[in-house]
Every structure is written in C-alpha cells, then in structure tokens.
C-alpha cells in the first residue's frame, strides 16, 4: 500500500491517515509530494483523481478524500479497530469524525496546521472562536464519557481526523481548556505524532499562504 502525501509540516489532511496508520501499525509505504506552490501540485494529478492529497494507492484501487480513506482502512484491517467496537459509540465517533471533515472552516482557514511555528496567539475572528468553542465542548464531552486519553477510549479514526486541531489550538494559543490539555498531551505523546512531528519540521519547503 502506497499512501501519497504533502508537505507534513502544512498538510493537515495528509496527517490524518498517516497517523492513523502509523498508530495502529498498518504497514505502508509513504510517497511526499510537496507542494509547489500556493495552489497545490500540478504532479498531484498524476495518482490522484481530485488532484489532492491523501491519495491511498492499494493495488490497483486508489481511494482519495481523508475520511474515506480511513473508512477503507477499518475495512481492510478490521482487527486494528479503527473504529470503536460499540454500535452507538461508533455512530459518535463517526459523527464527530465527519463534523471535522465538513467543518470548522474558520479555523481551518485562518489558522493553518504549521508543525514547525512557535507558539503565538494571532487576531483571530468570531469564526474561529465558535469553532473553538465547539471542539472544547466536542472533547471535553467525548473525554468524560470515555475516560479518554483518546475521544472514544483508544486511539481511533476520529482521533485522527482531529490530529492536525491539536496542532492547530496550541500553536495559536487558542483555548486553555483543561480537556484541550489532557487530549493534546495525549496525541503528542503518540510514537507516530512524534515522528510526523519531528520530520516536519526538518523540511525545507516554505508557503507563505500557510505562514499566519
Ligand atoms: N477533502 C479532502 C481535502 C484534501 C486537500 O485539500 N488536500 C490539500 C493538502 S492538505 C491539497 O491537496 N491541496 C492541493 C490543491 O488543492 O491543489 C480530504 O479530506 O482529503
């Protein structure tokens, strides 16, 4: 299995199926195309049919869009649970999962994941404050229901889903939740967070866009 990804110091939806494969041991070969420039890759076209990144190639299957992706990988590893065992905790760990991939736009484009920037608060719009707000009250929720580290108990596909946020609230400086520090402590003492972590910061590509 090949997984194609960006930059891992900017792409955030690169992040969330490596970390998940990485996390529950699903061998794999990794393919980073960087981006060239502030509209992407025109060489992204060449594996992916949307032109972005992740693309996961599987022999002659390729799947592209992130959530995807990780619901293909729950199918083809069901041993890895991917996914929670439980029927109604699996429906929540779906919903948050699929909240995260269809929301929180003004954080998403106002503060872009940047592994390698130190902390500092920015100005920031009533936008991303909602959406702060909501991910407090969406982890705090999760955490107390499951006795966390992770959302759902173990680490699991909507844990990937919100691993780029953890980047995102603490190098923004954007909450001091005390649920935000126990989940972000959780993901970053991850072995696969700090190898994605620690790679991205020793590369060498800039993109200003990205740069808040
Ligand atoms: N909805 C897609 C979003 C993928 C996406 O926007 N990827 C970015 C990198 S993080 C990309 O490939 N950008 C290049 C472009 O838009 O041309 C997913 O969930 O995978």
Redesign the pocket.
Known sequence: MRLFI?NKN?????L?PWIAMKAKGIEFEEVLVP?DDE???PE?REF?P?????TLVDGDLTI??????LEYLSDRFPDKALWPQDIAVRARARAVANEM?GGFGGLRSQCPMNMRRKVRAIGVTGAVRRDVARIETLWDGCLAASGGPFLFGEFCNADAMFAPVVNRLETYALSDHEAVAAYTGAMKALPAWIEWERAAIAEPWIVPADEA
């Open positions: 960006g900017y792409s955030s939806w690169s969330r981006f509209g992407g890759n992204f992916s949307s032109g972005k990144v992740p592209w869009e992130s959530l995807a992706i991939h």
